[in-house]
């Protein structure tokens, strides 16, 4: 049933030209079958510039909104439709234009895990790759409005330390969980592994990383340490990646149940649903689609700090 599925996906890919992109938090057999898996920044940078003329974008509805954005002579379709993303919708656009209206001197640094509409009231994105970086690269404003998710916000403000960082109250509801406790008992019963934390954590738990990284950046850094021993505190589908390309280290979750639902959403069933009818395709309305494009493309010269 399982060869059935995938034979068929990849043959609707190759009559539509199509490309798969998977986040690295999808379910196993979705990481297995796309072209390009990785974390957001990744992504992104993928869309932008595949030579397809479908992207298949197995993630949550925001990335496949950036995708459809920065891809505008492509066709982008989402499995699953019903994707959201709990701290995306912790900001509404009549917030943050209050919070500018306080802050007239501020540029507005907008996380990447936000709607189409909040993107183009910023002046530039960001990813937990690049975020430190970004906010660096703004050298005219000693102001920055960072929206949506505070604990990313409140890690860059400890490395950025000639500008004030005004911080949005939104949160990662699954990175939230992972509690210090977690790392602690991870780190007694596997002494010898290295703490990899993902920067969504709260301060308390990124403390005891001993590296804060993006999913990008854990498994290139998984693959180039000499350590075989790793404690990952974030969303537990990069467990997958991290074990199919290094099958002779070890990965263990912080905390087991740190998963994200709406990543889990995507099945190989849906991604067979969506080639072949097609009718789940992103739309953003061309004038937000123009604002937001140009804070998405500003950080995409950026790059990635890692």
């Not at 510039?49 to 992207?55: G, H, P, Q, R, V």
């Not at 180039?224 to 990952?232: H, R």
């Not at 990965?251 to 067979?272: D, G, H, R, V, W």
């Not at 123009?290 to 493309?297: Q, V």
Request: glycine content about 4%; hydrophobic content about 40%; proline content about 5%.
């Amino acid at each position: 049933m399982k060869n059935n599925l995938i034979n068929k996906i990849n043959k609707l890919k190759k009559n539509h030209n199509a490309v798969v992109l998977a986040h690295n938090y999808q379910i196993g057999e979705v990481q297995d079958i796309a072209d390009y898996t990785g974390d957001s920044l990744g992504l992104s940078i993928e869309a932008s510039k595949t030579t397809a003329k479908l992207i298949v974008f197995c993630g949550v509805n925001f990335m496949a909104e950036t995708a459809a954005i920065i891809s505008i002579d492509k066709k982008v379709v989402v499995p699953e439709i019903n994707a959201g993303c709990p701290m995306a919708d912790m900001i509404t656009v009549t917030a943050l234009k209050k919070l500018k209206d306080q802050n007239p001197k501020a540029k507005v640094v907008c996380y990447v895990n936000s709607g189409a509409d909040i993107k183009a009231e910023s002046d530039i994105c960001c990813t937990s790759a690049n975020a430190i970086r970004v906010v660096e690269s703004l050298t005219n404003t000693e102001e920055i409005i960072f929206v949506p998710d505070k604990y990313l916000g409140s890690y860059v403000a400890s490395k950025v330390k000639d500008k004030r960082i005004i911080l949005w109250q939104g949160f990662c509801p699954t990175h939230a969980k992972i509690l210090p406790e977690h790392i602690m008992t991870a780190k007694d019963k596997y002494p010898g592994a290295k703490v990899l934390v993902h920067p969504e954590c709260r301060p308390e738990t990124i403390a005891l990383a001993d590296y804060v990284l993006s999913t990008g950046g854990m498994l290139k850094l998984a693959k180039e340490s000499g350590s075989k021993e790793f404690i990952l505190a974030t969303e537990i589908g990069i467990l997958h990646s991290l074990k199919r390309q290094n099958p002779e280290k070890n990965f263990y979750p912080a905390l087991a149940s740190a998963i994200c639902p709406n990543m889990k959403l995507t099945t190989l069933e849906k991604i067979l649903w969506s080639l072949e009818d097609l009718i789940t395709e992103v739309r953003v309305p061309p004038e937000i689609a123009a604002k937001a494009r140009l804070a998405i493309e500003k950080m995409l010269a950026v790059g990635r700090q890692v």
